[in-house]
Nanobody
């Protein structure tokens, strides 16, 4: 069983940047498709991005395309999400997870407690 811990969230002004990190323990991530989803208060879970096991393929939600970049370091057992040009509508708790179905409707497992991202206008 893999345990995931997200970090890097915070409060930032619109237009700013944050880099989220996801550290794994218990098992290597190298054979998994990994991704991020987010959930804002009162809203449904929203897919953000995923990355293939090799890192050679990435997919983004239209809402973040061109602003967010997902990456992974299998040697360090980490996944990251670089978020630029942040908007108030990006405010949410962000979760790192393993994708068990990397296409809509996305299915996730093993997500951590999440990290709060708040973007002020």
């Amino acid at each position: 069983q893999v345990q995931l811990v997200e970090s890097g969230g915070g409060l930032v002004q619109a237009g700013g940047s944050l880099r989220l990190s996801c550290a794994a323990s218990g098992r290597t991530l190298s054979s998994y498709v990994m991704g991020w989803f987010r959930q804002a208060p009162g809203k449904e879970r929203e897919f953000v991005s995923f990355i293939s096991w090799s890192g050679g393929s990435t997919v983004y939600a239209d809402s973040v395309k061109g602003r967010f970049t997902i990456s992974r370091d299998n040697a360090k057992n980490t996944v990251s999400l670089q978020m630029n040009s942040l908007k108030p509508e990006d405010t949410a708790v962000y979760y790192c997870a393993r994708l068990v179905r990397p296409h809509p409707p996305y299915e996730y497992t093993n997500w951590g407690r999440g990290t709060q991202v708040t973007v002020s206008s």
